[in-house]
């Protein structure tokens, strides 16, 4: 098997997760082998940790005029550059991954879709939940007639790790727009999933800011902090108490009150799709570590389906109404220790398919450009305090 030589573009968190999954689990189908970083120590840090040793280049165009051969490029730079880092790789021609959002504000989202529909070359984006084996078999059941006609979604995202968005960029509204755009997109993108990707058509939205934001300090850390003890959301009681394991929180180290925190933490809205059918979707970031995960419900006219994507183990569940009381059907699925509830791989799976011109993306920028353009619907909606219909660009 001939492995395909991958090119990172950032050596972030994200990256350096990826091409973890792609040395090891997946060995024999890639090579990760070069990236480009302006942290090129911190970039050089990461591959430490996870026993690689790549040639690490400050910007694209040196990795890719020093690499001797790439076979395709992976991009997971934060998403306020990501139009820079596409217009640095465009001229390329190389099969690309590139991470979700597309971008992080709407214009530069609109001229970012438009020049990547004219990229000459096969693109993947990295809506890895789609791949998850778990939203597959969900969505096999739909096909197979075991809920009817669908007419109703509520999604739901409680997430007890939420604190990590506000201790570093993704606090900053100039840099994603909004936790609609940053996070729920992933949601947005298997709510069309499972709605046979008839698309979102119109939304209204609310959001606060609950819990984080303040008047602290924007460069204050929680280990130069008098609070560090006392603070609930410390890192020092975080880190260990609650996730009782060290971290990367390489520039996530920030206190979550900062004055520059300014994006919403408690969100829900009602989305209408061209289908017809409606939706709901809730997300808040402050929940508790035994109060977490994902739980998606799907009703159709002839049955409901919820999946509760769990940590570690998600649980999916089939009820009919032509059944008896307490007939269910219960699928669990394992994804201990597996990214985004083992999507990740699938999607890297798929990646090298796509590479090899045997498969087409699963994930595909239609329907990435779909969900973002839902997310930026949303965000017009908490300001206009009006339904918004969904532009896509
Ligand atoms: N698909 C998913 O589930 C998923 C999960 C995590 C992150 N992401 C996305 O991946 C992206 C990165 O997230 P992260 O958690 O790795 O962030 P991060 O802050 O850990 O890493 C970002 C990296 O980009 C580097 N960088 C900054 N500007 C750059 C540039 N112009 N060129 C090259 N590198 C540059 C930084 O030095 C840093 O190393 C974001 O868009 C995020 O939304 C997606």
């Known amino acids: ?37 302006p942290d090129t120590a911190g970039a050089k840090e990461r591959m430490k940790k996870i026993g690689l040793s790549l ?48 971008e992080g504000d709407l214009e530069r989202f609109a001229i970012l879709t438009r020049e990547m529909r004219e990229y000459d070359a096969p693109v993947m984006i990295g809506h890895c939940m789609r791949h998850a084996p778990i939203l597959r078999r969900a969505r096999q059941f739909i096909d197979e007639g075991w809920l009817g006609k669908i007419t109703s979604m509520r999604f739901v995202q409680n997430c007890c790790y939420g604190e990590q968005m506000f201790r570093g960029w993704r606090r900053r509204s100039d840099k994603v727009t909004s936790m609609y755009v940053e996070k729920s997109t992933h949601d947005f993108d298997i709510m069309h999933m499972m709605n046979g990707d008839a698309f979102a058509t119109g939304v209204f939205a609310f959001s ?5 934001g303040g008047d602290k300090p924007n460069d204050l850390k929680c280990k130069d902090c008098p609070e560090q003890l006392s603070c609930s959301e410390s890192i020092l009681n975080h880190n260990e108490t609650v996730y009782g394991r060290e971290l990367d929180l390489t520039g996530q180290d920030y206190c979550v009150y900062a ?12 989305i209408e799709f061209a289908n017809g059918v409606q939706g709901s ?26 999946i509760n994507m769990g940590h570690g183990q998600g649980l999916l569940t089939v009820n009919q109404r032509s ?9 669990t699925f394992d994804y201990l220790g597996h990214g985004h509830y083992l999507g990740d791989h699938h999607m890297l799976r798929n990646f ?42």
């Open 55 to 102: 040639p690490v280049y400050s910007t694209p165009e040196e990795m890719i005029e020093n690499s001797d051969h790439l076979d395709a490029l992976f991009i997971s730079t934060p998403e306020d550059c990501h139009l820079e880092s596409f217009r640095a790789i465009a001229k390329t021609g190389l099969p690309l991954l590139m991470e979700k959002p597309l």
């Open 281 to 306: 979707y809730a997300q808040t970031f402050f929940t508790p570590l035994n109060y977490t995960g994902r739980i998606y419900t799907v009703v159709g006219t002839e049955g409901v389906m919820d």
């Open 352 to 393: 090298y398919e796509m590479i090899c011109g045997r498969e087409e993306p699963f994930t595909t920028l239609e329907a990435a450009v779909a969900a973002e353009a839902l997310g930026m619907a949303a965000v017009k909606s908490v300001k206009s305090k009006q339904f918004e219909t969904v532009q896509i660009p």
């Open 208 to 212: 606060r800011q609950a819990k984080f």
């Open 323 to 331: 059944a008896a009381k307490s007939d269910q059907l219960r699928m």
């Open 259 to 270: 004055q520059e925190a300014d994006v919403g933490d408690d969100e829900m809205c009602m």
């Open 1 to 37: 098997m001939h492995k395909k030589k991958l090119g990172f573009i950032a050596f972030g968190k994200r990256g350096a997760i990826l091409a973890r999954d792609c040395a090891k689990e997946l060995g024999d189908f890639f090579e990760p082998a070069a990236a480009a970083d």
